[in-house]
């Protein structure tokens, strides 16, 4: 229930749901794993990880909650924790594409350019002709991050030619500007997002967080729209 309340932007019913699951069942890995997301989408970062390191201690083999954990340790701007869990969730499922992504992402943000590029490479040959439409923009975004422009370049007119032939949210297309650096194309799409409760919090959640401190998401014009994700 609690993911329907979040596809359509009902937070508080979505978190009161998570809240009573978790009176029911406070040793469920899964809901404290989605407890962590939910907290993440509604900005609460320290809540998110907290949730997330308890779904990890209750079951360390538990895969999604180990990548839930590696995505609210990035979050928090723990780079190195973050790549552990990743690496970790590697390790629990070899070829893990997302996870080798993310890997990539983490790099770039540490300016480690060959480490990242050798990872989004790997991620991109173990996605093949399936790359989620959410993993375009955080691919042009690390390439970005990394200095390969042509790269970045090359994904957004991927992304273009999937919407020609599929939908393709306004989320998703803002996150590709952002890591384009074409911020008043990104502000356009991100307002037409929130405005249509685009329920793509993948990418949503990414731009309330900005975790890779870009400048331009903190001017006042992006502040005043991305305080509405998750509220």
Not at 26 to 48: H, I, T
Not at 92 to 121: C, D, K, M, Y
Not at 128 to 150: C, D, N, V
Not at 213 to 228: C, K, N, T, Y
């Amino acid at each position: 229930m609690a993911s329907v309340h979040q596809a359509h932007w009902r937070w508080g019913e979505a978190e009161q749901s998570l809240d009573e699951a978790f009176r029911l069942s406070p040793n469920n890995s899964n809901m404290l794993a989605q407890y962590s997301r939910n907290k993440r989408y509604r900005g609460d970062f320290s809540g998110s990880l907290a949730a997330a390191q308890e779904a990890q201690r209750l079951d360390p083999q538990n895969i999604g909650a180990m990548y839930q954990l590696g995505i609210a340790y990035l979050y928090v701007g723990d780079y190195v924790a973050a790549k552990n869990s990743f690496e970790i969730v590697s390790t629990l499922l070899p070829g893990s594409a997302h996870a080798h992504l993310q890997i990539g992402l983490v790099e770039a943000a540490r300016g480690n350019r060959s480490e990242a590029e050798t990872e989004l490479q790997l991620a991109e040959r173990i996605y093949g002709a399936e790359i989620p439409t959410a993993s375009y923009p955080q691919l042009a975004m690390a390439y970005t991050q990394i200095g390969r422009q042509e790269e970045a370049n090359r994904f957004s007119q991927a992304l273009q030619v999937r919407a020609e032939n599929s939908q393709v949210g306004p989320a998703v297309r803002s996150l590709m500007n952002i890591a384009l650096e074409d911020y008043d194309q990104a502000l356009e799409w991100l307002e037409i997002a929130v405005n249509d409760y685009d329920p793509d919090m993948l990418s949503l959640g990414a731009i309330k967080a900005n975790p890779f401190g870009i400048p331009a998401l903190e001017e006042p014009r992006f502040q005043l729209v991305r305080d509405q994700i998750g509220n």
